[in-house]
């Protein structure tokens, strides 16, 4: 009798854990994540772009970032995506459609507080030693990511 209780509320409880997983595939990241993902990174370059899927700006931004995630393939550089959509269930498609090949997180609140990102796109850059330099809201095109990741990575 008991075997069958458990397996009773097992079987009920489960809906309960897959509908709390976000929609898309796509992994929240809260303010605490991210502090230990930009340590795990540490002596890379790393730059955090807000966006979002309804933004121009950001649409017209993802190319550059894109590219500049291939060229800097095999370098001590990360790109990371954070997405700041509410309907999160547009986002792999996305992704696909605009062939994000780098990391991809829905931001935290935190997050989003932390860098206080009040519009998008957003660029945050990380130095090699981990350290925040630049935090600026703002388009930034192929020749600002290329030379902003160019100097950080020249650092010691």
């Known amino acids: 009798m008991r075997k069958i209780l458990l397996s009773l509320l ?24 991210l502090t230990d993902l ?12 807000f966006f979002a899927t309804w933004c121009p700006p950001c649409r017209a931004e993802i190319p550059d970032l894109v590219g500049v995630h291939k060229k800097m393939a095999g370098k001590d550089v990360l790109i990371i995506g954070l997405s700041v959509d509410e309907k999160t269930e547009v986002l792999p498609g996305f992704m696909e459609k605009m062939n994000m ?3 991809v997180y829905l931001a935290g609140r935190d997050i989003v507080r932390a860098f206080q990102v009040r519009t998008i796109p957003h660029n945050a850059f990380y130095g090699k030693d981990g350290k925040l330099v630049i935090s600026e809201p703002g388009l930034a095109d192929t020749h600002i990511l290329e030379t902003t990741i160019g100097r950080l990575l020249e650092q010691k």
Do not use: D, M, R
């Not at 097992?10 to 929240?28: D, E, H, Q, R």
């Open 10 to 33: 097992f079987c009920l409880a489960l809906p309960c854990v897959v509908a709390a997983a976000p929609p898309t595939g796509v992994s929240p990241l809260n303010l605490a994540g």
């Open 101 to 103: 090949e780098y990391p």
């Open 38 to 49: 930009l340590a795990q990174n540490k002596g890379k370059v790393v730059l955090l772009n």
